[in-house]
């Protein structure tokens, strides 16, 4: 079966619907174990590095040869390591397999002798580990055009019809578009991370800033070029044509036979190949508003020059600090002793130090034409002031107020009157005591209104039974099995059935 690299994330490989592949990963347990970590740790590693040399199986005195050798392990016991070595076949990180070298006793051929293997999960969790030593605290990646020119050539190549195996081309462009996504995505992580915040706030940035901004324009610069190309040979690209490709490669069989029979699913491999393909092109091209991820590449690129160039600006204005103004102030002075005017005086002042005593005050902005004029011209606003002292409150004059007693009862009897005009359309639809909505082709706006209050009341009662406005005892059911339409006059409602049986017994019900 066609075998797919899982090297660009979303999109790559299918979401399993088999809750089978979902279970716990108990070959990751000795990196969690109570006890006795390091020694699994240490077996491990040494199944691993010896896996990679080609050789697969490893006999206990071997591997207690190698335990002991660590720095530390040097009382490590026989018992210890057969301890270990059944924890480990217990999780599935290693397969034992026994060995019998022509016994010559009965005792001796009781006396079984293992030799074992790392497993397929343990050498990929293994490899995961020494990756992640090996890239240490911090992120690392880069910025490079490069890449982006690859990956234009490749799609060129692919599109194109040449005599280089479809497949090889799709894995090539695929593997070149996954390296721009890490080391990209890695090396933004790491010029905003804590660290790099830290060491751009020190002295010594000084002597990387022009590297560093002369890097990051240089990947706009030559990127951008690049990724107008290749979103042009995407909005230009047709679909026919992209389903033909990716047809002829959903069709290649495993280039490498196994044993088990596994039954390629050709739409399956298909389906996966467009999945990867929109990823691919949503990482270059807007779509519905949405920014693609090249977009957001080059804003958080420019935000990155932004904040190096404050942190330079900061850090020179430190430096301004400490550099001694004897020079400037003198030659100040001079200004001040050639200056016979004391008005002159203060507005050289003014000009050199700022108005002293500056006090701030909260105005009404200005708007229009009028916030061009000179302040000279503008009228002063007043600005009323509180005293600032503790239980403060503001004088308040008693004032009268109007009962309004015929504009309330007016309004009682409008109420009143709307009531009774609902709960006689309510009547209305009343049969045999009760309320069948699902026999009903209109419902009036306000009876739907009242009926859908009573099943609101009804969800919060055990017994689903509530007292109405009009004072009558209503038990609702609903029924979730099927579903209904109601029509008003604002449009139509799709409900469950519900049926509202009225427990009065001396209801007044209108069979018109």
């Known amino acids: 079966m066609l075998k797919f690299k899982k090297t660009v994330g979303d999109g790559m490989g299918r979401i399993s619907k088999n809750l089978e592949d979902y279970r716990k990963i108990s070959e990751a ?15 491990l590693r040494y199944f691993f590095v010896e896996h990679e040399r080609m050789r697969d199986y490893l006999y206990p005195n071997d591997i207690l040869w190698h335990v002991r050798s660590v720095e530390g392990m040097e009382e490590y016991k026989d018992a210890e390591l057969e301890q270990d070595l059944a924890a480990l076949v217990r999780w599935g990180n290693i397969t034992p397999r026994q060995e019998v070298r022509n016994p010559k006793t009965i005792m001796e051929f009781n006396k079984k002798s293992f030799r074992y293997q790392i497993a397929p999960y343990t050498v990929q969790i293994e490899r995961m580990l020494a990756g992640l030593e090996q890239s240490g605290d911090e992120f690392q990646g880069s910025l490079d055009k490069r890449p982006f020119e690859k990956v234009l050539l490749a799609l060129r190549a692919f599109l194109s019809r040449d005599d280089v195996p479809i497949l090889e081309k799709w894995q090539d462009m695929i593997d070149l578009f996954s390296t721009i996504r890490t080391n990209t995505a890695d090396y933004l992580a790491y010029v905003s991370s804590a660290n790099a915040e830290e060491n751009m706030q020190k002295d010594n940035f000084l002597v990387y800033k022009d590297r560093f901004v002369s890097y990051l324009r240089d990947f706009i610069v030559g990127s951008h070029q690049t990724a107008l190309k290749i979103q042009a040979i995407l909005l230009d690209l047709d679909r026919d044509e992209l389903d033909r490709i990716f047809d002829e490669i959903s069709q290649k069989p495993d280039f490498a036979p196994r044993f088990e029979e596994i039954v390629p699913n050709v739409e399956e491999k298909k389906e996966e190949l467009f999945e990867i393909w929109d990823s691919f092109v949503m990482w270059f091209l807007d779509r519905d508003g949405n920014l693609c991820e090249y977009s957001i590449l080059q804003a958080r690129t420019d935000d990155t020059i932004k904040k190096i160039t404050r942190n330079i600006k900061r850090l020179g204005e430190r430096h301004q600090q400490h550099i001694s103004r004897k020079r400037d102030y003198l030659h100040i002075a001079k200004w001040f002793a050639e200056e016979a005017d004391i008005g002159r005086a203060h507005e050289l002042s003014a000009i050199v130090f700022g108005l002293p005593e500056v006090r701030h005050y909260v105005v009404t902005p200005e708007t229009g034409s009028t916030a061009y004029r000179e302040i000279w011209e503008t009228e002063p606003d007043w600005k009323l002031l509180k005293p600032r002292v503790q239980g403060y409150r503001e004088r308040t004059k008693p004032t009268s107020f109007t009962l309004n007693t015929e504009e309330k009862e007016a309004a009682k009897e409008a109420y009143l ?3 009774k ?10 049969r045999d005591g009760e309320i069948d909505l699902s026999v009903l082709t209109y419902v009036d706006t306000s009876v739907r209104k009242v009926l859908l209050g009573w099943v609101s009341q009804a969800m919060l009662e055990e017994s689903k039974v509530v007292l109405t406005e009009f004072g009558n005892r209503v038990r609702v059911r609903v029924d979730e099995s099927e579903r209904i339409k109601i029509e008003s006059d604002d449009g139509v409602m799709k409900i469950p059935k519900i049926t509202f049986t009225f427990e009065d017994g001396d209801i007044d019900v209108n069979e018109g």
């Open 29 to 43: 347990s000795y990196l969690v174990a109570d006890q006795n970590v390091h020694r699994y740790r240490i077996i």
């Open 417 to 419: 009157q709307a009531l």
């Open 421 to 430: 005009n609902t709960e006689a359309k309510m009547l209305g639809y009343v």
